[in-house]
């Protein structure tokens, strides 16, 4: 049995489920920001808020980030995950590898650290999540430039992973 053969040839329905239903959720979290922003300021200044459903999504979108980032976890530690593209340099792969467990990782102190200062008013832990925001960005947005680097630089097509499953 070859080394290649112990990685699955592709991500499972799953897996790309999961990727990117928290795609969607993460895209939630930036866009309906607003609503918990103004509660928590609105908190720290020692005010009432009214009840927005907005604040309610940010939070239970935040548990299912994690739960779902917790799941796929658990899938690529028992499933595996395809091995990078043939041409694709090992600096860049290491890079690669370093990127998505900085995601996953990111994600769930996100979560925490959100709950953290939601639910336990630890302003700490609001600063953390702030910073943790612009962090976050950066690796989508890292994440999503290599896309097109990968079809017209590497000529390679990893995004077809994303999209079909394998099993």
Not at 80 to 108: C, D, F, I, M, R
Not at 113 to 141: M, P
Request: no cysteine; proline share 4%.
């Amino acid at each position: 049995m070859t080394a290649q053969s112990q990685f699955p040839q592709g991500y499972s329905a799953a897996q790309i489920a999961l990727h990117w239903v928290v795609a969607v959720l993460i895209a939630a979290q930036y866009i309906f920001k607003d609503a918990i922003s103004l509660a928590w300021d609105s908190v720290r200044a020692g005010e009432n808020f009214a009840f927005d459903p907005l604040i309610l999504a940010h939070v239970v979108g935040g548990g299912l980030i994690l739960a779902f980032v917790v799941w796929r976890l658990v899938l690529r530690l028992k499933r595996g995950v395809p091995v990078a593209p043939e041409n694709e340099p090992a600096s860049l792969k290491t890079l690669s590898h370093v990127a998505h467990w900085a995601l996953y990782a990111v994600l769930a102190a996100m979560a925490l650290s959100g709950s953290l200062a939601w639910f336990g008013d630890v302003t700490q832990a609001a600063q953390v999540h702030n910073i943790l925001k612009v962090v976050l960005l950066a690796l989508v947005a890292l994440h999503v430039l290599a896309i097109p680097f990968h079809r017209v630089v590497l000529k390679n097509n990893v995004m077809q992973r994303m999209i079909r499953p394998a099993d």
